[in-house]
């Protein structure tokens, strides 16, 4: 069984660009989370996505937003993008709310 | 009220040793914790979980003790190996409302061969 799949793995970006992230869930899974890592804010939540519908949003500005697809497959955009949005960017998919998220390896993404 | 404290920030333990990192939570509502291992360069696994109806959960090598009247809740390694040495993170979530876990900061450990 495959795991999470997260595209592409790393990214390097100039201020003021938008990035598209990608996350193709574990098969089955209906569920799917991003997290934002870095190493002095620690993990993140960003938002979650259950059967196309935003069903939980984390305290980010609005630049950050997500969307996902009937195949429950998610991307995640940030826009004008800031030197501070450099980070690991992970999705987590699960069957339901209730039950085991895994994470895939996260998208390194550089802004500069 | 959502934040979730975990110590220590990092532990050296040497092989055969018994790891343990505490982490305490505030809000109540929060009924599932799950603790996830990350090595460098990889996403967050998944290495036990526990709800607030049972007082510890083993699984191998790895404990949940869990205190609800105090919010707290601790994983406990017990023969500790060097492969073990990786970065080690308490969440919580309240369980129904969507997969929007509390992450803890996270605790750096390394087991000496």
């Known amino acids: 069984k495959a795991g999470v799949t997260q595209t592409p793995r790393y990214l390097i970006k100039t201020r003021g660009q938008q990035v598209t992230l990608s996350c193709s869930p574990i098969?089955?899974?209906?569920?799917v989370s991003w997290y934002q890592q870095t190493p002095g804010q620690g993990l993140q939540f960003l938002f979650e996505?259950?059967?196309?519908?935003?069903?939980n949003k984390g305290n980010f500005p609005g630049r950050f937003s997500g969307r996902q697809f009937s195949n429950s497959r998610s991307e995640m955009n940030v826009s004008t993008l800031e030197l501070g949005d450099s980070a690991l960017y992970l999705c987590?998919?699960?069957?339901?709310?209730?039950?085991?998220?895994?994470f895939g390896q996260g998208t390194r993404l550089t802004v500069v | 009220q959502q934040q979730v404290k975990q110590s220590p920030q990092s532990l050296i333990v040497q092989k055969g040793g018994i790891s343990i990192i505490n982490c305490a939570y505030e809000?109540?509502?929060?009924?599932?914790f799950p603790w996830y291992q990350q090595f460098p360069g990889k996403g967050p696994a998944l290495l036990i979980a526990i709800r607030p109806d049972v007082s510890e959960k083993k699984e191998g090598r790895f404990t949940i003790s869990f205190n609800k009247s105090a919010k707290q809740f601790s994983l406990h390694i017990m023969d500790s190996q060097p492969g073990d040495s990786a970065t080690y993170f308490c969440a919580a979530s309240r369980d129904n409302y969507g997969q929007n876990f509390v992450f803890g900061p996270g605790t750096r450990l390394s087991v000496l061969p």
């Open positions: 987590a998919s699960s069957q339901t709310a209730s039950t085991e998220a895994f």
């Open positions: 809000n109540t509502a929060f009924d599932y």
């Open positions: 996505y259950f059967s196309e519908t935003q069903r």
């Open positions: 098969s089955g899974h209906r569920s």
